[in-house]
């Protein structure tokens, strides 16, 4: 980890990694007192005019977006997983309320709040906790809630927030593969569910061609998505086109798939009833609970005793660990050395305000969110002024100026009550597009992992492996050990998570990475090997370069991809009947039995 910092002459210094014994944890109020003190003086500058209002109202529309679809995707999961008790309506709610509450009082505000697919995954595995410990649903998952919010609290006025610096790139790879898979899994899972392989039978005919439609506008919503994701690699149109295409691109794919569902023959709907399964919402809505059993205030004695009360501290701690890592990883990428920002961090206030946003979930029973992962530092790109250098023979970007202010994370937040009042139009939506555009967030996070990337260069022949710094450096036998490990742990979480009914323990295996990593993976391997494998203090610019040199290796074709081309109109138009002449082959040197030339 590479951060800046700044001195006494406001002279920007490179830091590298503080090594664990540098750390200060368990000091009490200590750093929210620091943050508070650094933080303060920049509250009104926050709300001033900002130097270019259409930049932040680009911003704030594209945070709305690529928030909202994902939103809707793991609403899609909880309404599943729970019953039908946390839902389309619920998770909106939640993301609105949250994501105001922190733009009004958290020192970065730069950061987004949502509900995340490791909540909806725990969420979803804990729902049946309530029963075995005698209780109701609602008053347990209020308690469950309240424990998270207190341990919230005592991080921050402990300090222990510091220990995210403890996590290296071992532990947050194997996260995000971790994530990746389980998205995959899940989309591909919930696509081919209703096609009834298994079944046979009558009755399932009218729902197999239903689902072999929902299969084919998964397939299109993801084709729409990848190829919109490389848009601004493009030579055709203008950079602002392919730009708009690029960051809107599951937005748009989205709303072409949902105009195809309704083409004749597509959806076999007769009179509301079979066809195509769109998203779950009561339209319009009436503002009221998907459960109509309950109201928007739960009571947190009723219909529950002392070891429910106790016993939702378990789940809630695994909340919280999964808040520990999502929420102060996205705090860290939003605030990245590269974009060049100029007021200071506040990561244990900003955690601290994080259990405040848990306490209205837990009244309302709204599911909790966190830092997204990576909405929020797109966030922050989209408020940003760029221009290309190139360094080191790699073309990028640098930011020359960020809107730091609090106005696109309140309003995109504010925005999510807009969506409330459309679930007529949100209603329009096949599941298929939402399960598509889920199996595009699961690719596209397995593109981007370093274990995808070994993964892929096991694959090839060593003499066409990139010149970087893992293969030059490192023996191919310990980089194939190293990466078998971390797809191990990946797997292990993905197995409990998934197929065990104790599932939602997921959270404390990704956090026993990290003691994994100091105190077993050292043994393991040499010190030198390690600084390849868990690249600590790689700088940005080392990384990038890396990845050039990798996406160049992988396209690279092993013979002219122009002798293997399709003979074209060209070709036909070239040559007449009458034009065949004999090819005249120059005389080559060969080499005699004795080696002589002849």
Known sequence: VTFVVEDDANEKIESEYVEATD????ECM???MEDIRARAPFYKDDWSRPKSILTVINATAFAFVVQLIPGLIFAELLDRETKGSLAVAETLLSAG?????????????LVLLGITGPVAILLGTSYSLAEKFDSDYWPFFFWLCMWTALLHFLTAVCGIVNFVWKITPFTTQIFEFFIAISFIYESVRDLVAPL???????????????????LLLGIATFYIC??????ETWVYMTRQVRTFLTSYNMAIAVIIVTALSYLPGVDQANNGHGGIERVHVKAPWDWQPTDQNRSWVTNPLDGIGARGVFGSLFPAFMLYLLFFIDHNISSILTQAPKFNLKKPSAFHWDFFCLGVTIIPCAIMGLPPGSGLIPQAPLHTRALSTREHVMINGVRQEI??????????ALFQAALMFLALALFSIIALIPKGALFGTFFYLGVGALYGNDIWAHLSLCTMLAKKRPNIPIVREVKWRTVQIFTAIQVACAGLIFGIAQFVEWGYVFPALVCACVPFSKYVLVRLFSKEDLKYLDPVGESEEEYLVERKEMHEATRRPSIDSVDIALPGWSEFHAHRPDDHHPVEVQDMPTKTEEGAST
Do not use: C, K
């Not at 009004?104 to 505000?109: A, V």
């Not at 392989?197 to 929902?214: I, M």
């Open 97 to 109: 309320i949250i994501g105001i509450i922190y733009a009004l009082i958290s020192g970065q505000p």
């Open 23 to 26: 750390i200060r944890m368990f």
């Open 399 to 408: 930011t020359t100026h960020v809107e730091e202010q609090r106005w696109s």
């Open 30 to 32: 200590t750093g929210m």
């Open 196 to 214: 009834h392989l298994r079944d046979t039978g009558e009755e399932y005919n009218e729902e197999r061609g239903a689902g072999y439609a929902t």
């Open 226 to 231: 990848w190829t919109l994701h490389f848009a």
